[in-house]
């Protein structure tokens, strides 16, 4: 037996020993669950099971930390304010947008020729819907068949405003090598050796609503090693931000002072913040702007800084906006005189300011942004007209490498371009085009059509030039940057049987200029099925296949560079089992496979996830017990976690090692939240984890997360 064969054997039986052992523990905790919890109750907080199959959806094939921070508001703002599906307001219906605008058109449709819906079964009848679409819209639903004007008095948002604060802070308990002791002279010699602050992140949130009209709030925020009413942080955080909006006054739709996001068609001209990509939801291509909405996330980078406003027109409807603000910058170069940057090599979103060299970094750069959207609506037709300027105060260089080529470079661009969508009876079409004069230009157009009541899909072609500038753009696509890409996606939701439901889709992809570590032009495909099947809320599996065909450079000692094909499989099964209102249980076996340049690796993750919601004590706990090995970081395997309220965990399981967390949720009452985490990663195969500052002498990671939310 060859060497190669042996590992393999033994990597497969540590497998069946690791699956043994969660299988056991699985079966012991639903023996003591089933005999725990015998009355079924109904879920207080089912809105938030929307949110984590959302956000486990969109981040499956995530190698970065999202920010879902305004996923999570649309959510909390619906169940707060429910949309009232018996109204012929389609501005109200559009508020679901978790729903497609063939679906809201069709449930209008319905209530104007059946009458008001009077229960939550009989949206099954509707074209379009079927259980587990009224499962998803349940929690954010209201039945009544009159919808209140609302006006604004000045006495009201006083008396009945909510208001909301929170404070979380969150460190690594183990020491890292950018905290330990160090002697002056070294310190000296290598400043950027240390970090200046505590390993303690902190978090401070405050936000006041009055239903949908006003709404005003801050952020602050210091990350871990920065420093704290200190050094260059004498006024305590790091980053704040700010904002005031109000809605629906006169003829104003929207006005926003501080920080804020546009979010404008499909995503090529202008689209800050998070946005739908492509997903496990084969379906879920369409973008659904939102205008002009504040910003309340972290990223200390990626948002508009000035003022904000929509007016309506009629069928018009007009957006203007400007944003001035200081961004992190590398700087390459620096005025004599002043010290101002006059030379950037490019934009930074880190956000972290924890060593000298990266505080020199901050805000080096200035960003002047203004411009406009007209948008036109007329029954179920839209079309819109976006503009967009922006200005630095500094010269930004693309690089030097041949794949940079094409990237933008200079003080100054612009983006200008069309979009439009039309729903009609059998489905949507939608579109948008964007020029970058002097630069590039790109296009997107897609389409649903429900083509039976057992089968939609979903077609979307694009183009982005090697030249477009991609500033501010966040459109459907294969690469993480929007320009030089090509790409066909076909997707399918089928329901063939009463219990079951497929998702497929096909995305053939190309690149018509180089890439980072692809140093020719190349191509290719990604596959994606998934097989559903659920009984009812109390049980619930699927199972996944995923398979991605790309090029990339290979190593070689030759002078000239070559590429090759890496191929990488996904395989996953997961069952979700309700053992009451209160507990509930859910197990993943996760394999990958990775094919690059002629040599295979593998790796497998599994987990055990507990979730305990009481409905008659104040606490919620969510424990999980994770086993993983994989060959490589290649091999790494993205697993979304559970985490305290607006903060998001989706670490990459790799190596070999055991990962647990517990997560407990206590409301003492209705008014004070408390939430505790912590969360330990056990690696076998190293006695050293993380690289540069970050490094921990010892196999072992701990992250403990406090926080406090009080409302009133």
């Known amino acids: 037996m060859t060497t190669a064969t042996s590992w393999k054997n033994v990597k497969f039986y540590s497998f069946l020993w690791d699956l043994k052992r969660v299988i056991a523990f699985t079966i012991v905790m639903h023996y003591f669950g089933l005999s725990s919890f015998l009355i079924a109750q109904e879920n207080k907080d089912e809105w938030k099971r929307v949110f984590e199959n959302l956000a486990e959806s969109l981040s499956s094939r995530s190698e970065q930390n999202l920010d879902y921070t305004s996923l999570l508001e649309e959510l909390e703002e619906l169940q707060a304010n429910p949309v009232a599906i018996n109204t012929h307001n389609q501005e109200e219906l559009k508020r679901l947008f978790i729903l497609s605008d063939f679906q809201t058109n069709s449930l209008q449709q319905y209530v104007l020729e059946n009458g008001p819906i009077l229960s939550l079964y009989e949206l099954q009848f509707v074209y379009g819907f079927d259980q587990g679409t009224v499962e998803l819209i349940s929690p954010f639903i209201s039945l009544e068949q009159t919808q209140k004007k609302q006006t604004i008095d000045l006495k009201k948002p006083v008396k009945y405003g909510r208001h909301q604060i929170l404070i979380r802070t969150q460190s690594i308990l183990e020491t890292q090598e950018g905290y330990l002791p160090i002697s002056d002279s070294a310190l000296f010699e290598r400043p950027n050796s240390r970090y200046l602050g505590s390993p303690w992140k902190i978090y401070t949130r405050y936000s006041y609503s009055y239903k949908k009209q006003l709404l005003l709030g801050f952020t602050a925020e210091k990350d871990a090693g920065e420093e704290f009413f200190s050094g260059n942080n004498k006024k305590g955080y790091d980053y704040y931000s700010g904002f005031i909006q109000l809605n629906n006054v006169w003829k104003i739709k929207t006005i926003v002072i501080g920080d804020y996001e546009p979010r404008f068609g499909q995503g090529l001209n202008l689209w800050s913040g998070f946005a739908y990509g492509k997903s496990t939801e084969a379906l879920l291509i369409e973008k659904r702007q939102s205008g002009i909405r504040r910003y309340t996330s972290t990223n200390e980078n990626q948002f508009f800084r000035g003022m904000a406003t929509t007016i309506s027109l009629g069928k018009f409807d007009l957006s203007a906006f400007f944003s001035s603000k200081k961004i992190d910058a590398n700087v390459l170069k620096r005025d004599s005189l002043d010290k101002e940057s006059n030379l950037v090599s490019g934009f930074l979103e880190t956000g972290i300011h924890a060593t000298p060299g990266e505080i020199s970094d901050r805000k080096s750069l200035s960003e002047l942004i203004y411009g406009g959207n007209l948008s036109y609506t007329k029954n179920r037709f839209r079309a819109g007209l976006t503009m967009v300027q922006f200005r630095y105060d500094a010269e930004i260089d693309a690089g030097d490498s041949p794949y940079e080529a094409f990237e933008f470079s200079g003080k100054s661009g612009s983006k200008i371009g069309s979009d439009y969508k039309y729903t009609f009876r059998k489905g949507t079409i939608f579109g948008e085009l964007s020029c970058s004069p002097g630069h590039g230009w790109a296009f997107i157009h897609g389409g649903l059509f429900p083509l039976a009541e057992q089968l939609s899909i979903a077609i979307l072609y694009r183009y982005y030039s090697p030249g477009f500038i991609p500033i501010y753009s966040n459109a459907f696509s294969e690469n993480s940057s929007i320009l030089n890409e090509n790409g066909f996606y076909i997707g399918a939701r089928i329901f063939p049987f009463r219990k079951w439901d497929f998702s497929t889709y096909i995305d053939l992809f190309s690149f018509p200029w180089l890439k980072y570590r692809t ?62 209102g209160s507990m509930g249980l859910r197990n993943r076996v996760e394999w990958t496979g990775l094919n690059k340049n002629k040599s295979f690796s593998e790796g497998y993750l599994i987990y055990q996830d507990i979730i305990y919601r009481s409905n008659s004590l104040p606490i919620d706990v969510t424990l999980r017990y994770a086993i993983f090995d994989t060959d490589s970081y290649d091999n790494r395997i993205y697993a979304y976690e559970n985490d305290v309220l607006y903060a998001f965990s989706i670490p990459p399981y790799y190596g070999k090692g055991i990962r647990a967390y517990i997560l407990l949720h206590s409301s003492l009452n209705k008014h004070i939240d408390f939430w505790f985490r912590i969360s330990r990663t056990s690696f076998i195969d190293r006695e050293q984890i993380g690289s540069g500052l970050t490094t921990i002498d010892g196999n072992h990671k701990t992250e403990l997360k406090l926080q406090a939310r009080l409302k009133f």
């Not at 559903?532 to 296949?545: E, F, P, Q, V």
């Open 519 to 580: 140093s020719s032009p190349s191509r290719g495909s990604e596959f994606f099925f998934q097989a559903n099947y659920a009984t009812s809320n109390s049980l619930k599996m699927h199972c996944r296949i995923q398979y991605e065909k790309k090029s990339e450079n290979l190593p070689t000692a030759e002078e000239m560079v070559k590429t090759g094909e890496k191929m990488k499989w996904k395989v996953r099964y997961q069952v979700d089992y309700q053992l009451s």
